[in-house]
């Protein structure tokens, strides 16, 4: 499985390494990862990780104005895209198919390749403008997947949180996981 990761400049970073890390050294899974500028200066100092740490997990990275970059196109295959977390600009670029940066363009690829396109859109509260962006992608295809915790499995940390959501999106992949225990409903106590 080839799977684009892009991380924004929404906050929320620990999503897209939690991402990472879940998917690094599982056989026949490559990574392909792309960080926005303001990403970049998010991830250190939301996760206390260096940038070259997290690139560190992928496969393989790419400068988000590299638009020459194998993942702007669809004649390079990739078995989806998950952009974790995702800003309200890139959400707002990928609705209008602005594909001016990398990340723009290889979400556009993935919705005209039929391709799954994970959003974990990271913004509150939410206006009519978003919410009518996130429906346009939702009705071309995407997942719109905002990092909502649950607390049916009791979680002790944020770590717990994390995981929770991360694990919903590998469930969307067809990747098993234990990063959470799923509902299975009340039980009588």
Same mark, same amino acid.
């Given at each position: 499985?080839?799977?684009?990761?892009?991380?924004?400049?929404?906050?929320?970073?620990?999503?897209?390494?939690?991402?990472?890390?879940?998917?690094?050294?599982?056989?026949?899974?490559?990574?392909?990862?792309?960080?926005?500028?303001?990403?970049?200066?998010?991830?250190?100092?939301?996760?206390?990780?260096?940038?070259?740490?997290?690139?560190?997990?992928?496969?393989?990275?790419?400068?988000?104005?590299?638009?020459?970059?194998?993942?702007?196109?669809?004649?390079?295959?990739?078995?989806?895209?998950?952009?974790?977390?995702?800003?309200?600009?890139?959400?707002?670029?990928?609705?209008?198919?602005?594909?001016?940066?990398?990340? @723009?363009? @290889?979400?556009?690829? @993935?919705?005209?390749?039929?391709?799954?396109?994970?959003?974990?859109?990271?913004?509150?509260?939410?206006?009519?403008?978003?919410?009518?962006?996130?429906?346009?992608? @939702?009705?071309?295809?995407?997942?719109?997947?905002?990092?909502?915790?649950?607390?049916?499995?009791?979680?002790?940390?944020?770590?717990?949180?994390?995981?929770?959501?991360?694990?919903?999106?590998?469930?969307?992949?067809?990747?098993?996981?234990?990063?959470?225990?799923?509902?299975?409903?009340?039980?009588?106590?």
């Amino acid at each position: 499985m080839r799977l684009v990761v892009a991380i924004t400049g929404a906050s929320g970073a620990i999503y897209g390494v939690r991402l990472l890390e879940a998917l690094h050294s599982r056989p026949g899974v490559e990574t392909l990862l792309v960080v926005s500028a303001a990403a970049q200066a998010i991830v250190p100092q939301e996760t206390g990780r260096a940038l070259a740490e997290v690139q560190a997990l992928a496969t393989r990275t790419f400068d988000n104005g590299d638009l020459a970059a194998p993942i702007a196109s669809g004649s390079f295959h990739t078995d989806g895209m998950v952009v974790a977390p995702c800003s309200i600009k890139t959400l707002s670029a990928l609705a209008n198919s602005y594909a001016e940066t990398l990340i @723009a363009r @290889a979400g556009d690829v @993935a919705l005209k390749e039929r391709r799954r396109l994970i959003l974990l859109v990271r913004e509150t509260p939410l206006h009519a403008g978003h919410l009518r962006l996130m429906l346009a992608l @939702a009705e071309l295809g995407a997942v719109i997947m905002p990092p909502i915790p649950t607390f049916y499995g009791q979680p002790k940390t944020i770590d717990d949180l994390v995981n929770h959501t991360i694990g919903r999106v590998l469930d969307h992949l067809g990747l098993e996981h234990d990063l959470y225990r799923p509902w299975l409903g009340c039980s009588e106590a």
